[in-house]
């Protein structure tokens, strides 16, 4: 069953706006991976949190986890057009577990 | 996707016919996994492998088999395909000595339709 559910499911915004995708888990974790997948490509790794971290940066990246939640958001700072695309949050029980996905989020960014 | 590729790309097949999908890799990982996306469940587990000839089931293995008698290679097969099958697959690899900080690099994908 799915781990992470994605919200919203997707989001539209204007370029050089913010966009925050948020993901919600049921099970306690051991680290929190965020990947983008464009359309038709395979995912690619963003950016990883640990269970003990509180946020992470990674360029125009900002991740913050909330274990007390099982919440965790991905901010993505002054936003492109080549931004578009799906982000899938993913989680791990434990170290050399094979990850779980959420449904992901579509964004889209208009120039 | 650098070091992973996956073939065939795209495959059409008839119902109850088996269907053999290959991973393989160039990055000498521990670790290889399979996925199935399909639209509104994200991307499921198929099976995974540890080493050569250590596999595991997914959330989703029925229907499915793996084996890995290499370390670069893994075969995805569909004993007997089904229209439920119909997907894309995806293959991914981790690095257990660097893992999890740099995630998973996944291959581009198998579109798989059966009809």
């Known amino acids: 069953s799915q781990q992470g559910e994605e919200d919203p499911q997707a989001l539209s915004i204007q370029e050089g706006e913010n966009a925050t995708m948020n993901c919600s888990y049921k099970?306690?974790?051991?680290?929190l991976q965020w990947y983008r997948q464009n359309s038709g490509r395979g995912l690619v790794h963003l950016i990883l949190i640990r269970s003990n971290e509180r946020e992470k940066h990674s360029g125009r990246l900002r991740v913050t986890l909330d274990t007390s939640k099982k919440s965790s958001s991905l901010l993505i700072t002054a936003s492109r057009a080549a931004d578009t695309a799906s982000y899938f949050c993913?989680?791990?029980?434990?170290?050399?577990?094979?990850?779980?996905f959420g449904k992901g989020t579509r964004l889209s960014v208009i120039a | 996707d650098a070091g992973i590729t996956q073939s065939p790309r795209h495959k059409v097949t008839e119902t109850g016919t088996p269907v053999t999908l290959r991973c393989h890799q160039t990055?000498?990982?521990?670790?290889m996994y399979w996925y199935r996306q399909d639209p509104g469940h994200g991307l499921r587990l198929i099976h995974y492998?540890?080493?050569?000839?250590?596999?595991d089931k997914g959330e989703v293995s029925d229907g499915y088999s793996v084996s890995r008698s290499k370390t670069e290679d893994f075969l995805l097969t569909l004993e007997s395909a089904t229209s439920s099958q119909t997907s894309v697959y995806f293959c991914a690899i981790s690095d257990e000595t660097r893992q999890p900080d740099y995630g998973y690099t996944f291959g581009s994908g198998t579109r798989l339709t059966v009809v």
């Open positions: 993913a989680t791990d029980s434990s170290g050399n577990t094979p990850l779980v």
């Open positions: 492998s540890y080493g050569v000839k250590d596999t």
């Open positions: 099970t306690s974790i051991n680290n």
């Open positions: 990055e000498n990982h521990r670790y």
